[in-house]
């Protein structure tokens, strides 16, 4: 499809108001989501605001205070294509990054998958949390958000602890 095309296309969902409400309220969601994190842990150094994403991906992340010291992160994602929940391991900078890649790839760990290669990638581990979310009870939505991001950083803490 041209660009033109696509474009007029872009148009016609805009028109409908189905896209926008959407993707609003995906926003919205996200806020509220990095607030109760910011609000139910105080000892999570939260980001403070969420990365809107080009209808790729949207974000935010945190530093627990078990991982701030060795320069890692925590990254909350919905994959806009695979319309799924991700955590993310992510490092400060690609030095951090290749460091703990290489940590988890030598160890043969395998509980959650491993990045091949820190070219054109932010994540070091990553795991799906939900897999085509049901958005009409928010509430469940942020518990599940929520249990299995805390049971990844616990699950790397204890991995970590062992090195």
């Known amino acids: 499809m041209a ?3 696509a474009m007029n296309e872009y148009k016609k969902q805009l028109k409908k108001g189905d896209i ?3 993707y609003n309220g995906l926003i919205q969601y996200f806020k509220d989501l990095r607030s109760h994190f910011n609000n139910k842990y105080p000892d999570f150094l939260v980001s403070s605001s969420i990365y809107p994403g080009y209808m790729d991906l949207t974000y935010f992340h ?3 205070k078990s991982l701030k010291p060795r320069k890692l992160k ?3 994602l919905f994959i806009h294509d695979t319309f799924r929940f991700e955590v993310w391991l992510a490092g400060n900078n690609k030095k951090v ?3 703990y890649l290489n940590l988890f790839t ?3 760990w395998n509980k959650y998958h491993i990045a091949s290669t820190t070219k054109g990638v932010d994540s070091i581990l990553d795991h799906i949390l939900i897999d085509n979310p049901d958005f009409r009870e928010l ?3 942020t518990i599940k958000v929520e249990q299995g991001t805390l049971k990844f ?3 790397i803490e204890t991995f970590l602890s062992k090195q």
């Open 3 to 5: 660009f033109h095309e």
């Open 97 to 99: 990054q290749n460091e």
């Open 139 to 141: 509430d469940t939505l």
């Open 153 to 155: 950083i616990e699950d």
């Open 20 to 22: 926008k409400e959407a």
């Open 62 to 64: 945190f530093f627990p």
């Open 74 to 76: 925590i990254v909350i």
């Open 106 to 108: 030598e160890s043969n």
